[in-house]
């Protein structure tokens, strides 16, 4: 009875390949995020989606592109992967915005590799 | 610039005593701040959330403070035990639709 779920949790490619990480949630919140996680454990937002509306896009590379059908599902897609991309990539959900004392819950993570 | 930090060094100590770890930030006025613990190769949970007009919150063992004077949150665990060895994050709000993290502290809690 996952809350946040990732597929997959873990992911190994060459770079140029393109490759896709989905999420679900199954708590009915509104807001929905990817942040990566680097070899050095920090933690960056990447995108925030309010039902199905994008409101966060942190200058990240035109290759990364997310997409959520409804609210449920928000996921991530990669374009012509880098070495660069390979890190931990979380989604969470809230039920209010992150800024608007909404806690996040956080799926567990999907390991990309890029050799 | 804006940043947040906490010590990025390891925490170690022995199991019963209290644990603090320190959140400093700079150039953010945050009106929410929250604390997250994350186990290897696991998501962060969510701890606690503390409000700008507050100074102090508990749950359990766990408190935190937050002086907006100071830029800066502590967050304590009492009575500690070798399983709260985790890392700690601790994350807030520039705006009102953004969580930001600190780079985290690893807490490691000896028997």
């Known amino acids: 009875d996952t809350a946040v779920s990732q597929t997959p949790k873990y992911l190994v490619t060459q770079m140029g390949n393109d490759k896709s990480i989905k999420c679900e949630q199954n708590?009915?919140?509104?807001?929905m995020y990817w942040y990566k996680q680097d070899s050095k454990k920090f933690l960056k937002i990447m995108f925030s989606?309010?039902?199905?509306?994008?409101?966060i896009n942190e200058t990240v590379p035109n290759r990364f592109s997310p997409k959520s059908p409804d609210k449920a599902h928000l996921n991530l897609h990669i374009n012509s992967l880098e070495l660069g991309d390979s890190a931990v990539y979380f989604c969470?959900?809230?039920?209010?915005?992150?800024?608007?004392?909404?806690?996040?819950?956080f799926g567990e993570g999907s390991r990309l590799t890029v050799l | 610039s804006q940043k947040i930090e906490q010590n990025s060094e390891a925490l170690n100590i022995q199991e019963g005593k209290t644990a603090t770890l320190t959140c400093n930030y700079t150039?953010?006025?945050?009106?929410?701040l929250q604390w997250y613990r994350q186990d290897p190769g696991r998501g962060p949970v969510f701890l606690l959330l503390?409000?700008?007009?507050?100074k102090e919150k508990r749950k359990e063992r766990l408190k935190v403070t937050f002086d907006t004077t100071l830029k800066q949150s502590l967050f304590h665990i009492t009575a500690s035990q070798p399983a709260d060895s985790a890392t700690y994050l601790c994350?807030?709000?520039?705006?009102?639709?953004?969580?930001?993290f600190g780079t985290g502290t690893r807490l490691q809690v000896f028997p």
């Open positions: 989606y309010n039902n199905k509306e994008l409101i």
């Open positions: 708590l009915g919140h509104d807001t």
């Open positions: 503390i409000r700008e007009n507050e």
């Open positions: 150039n953010y006025s945050p009106a929410y």
């Open positions: 994350a807030l709000s520039p705006n009102t639709d953004k969580l930001i």
């Open positions: 969470a959900s809230s039920q209010a915005r992150a800024g608007g004392a909404g806690e996040l819950f």
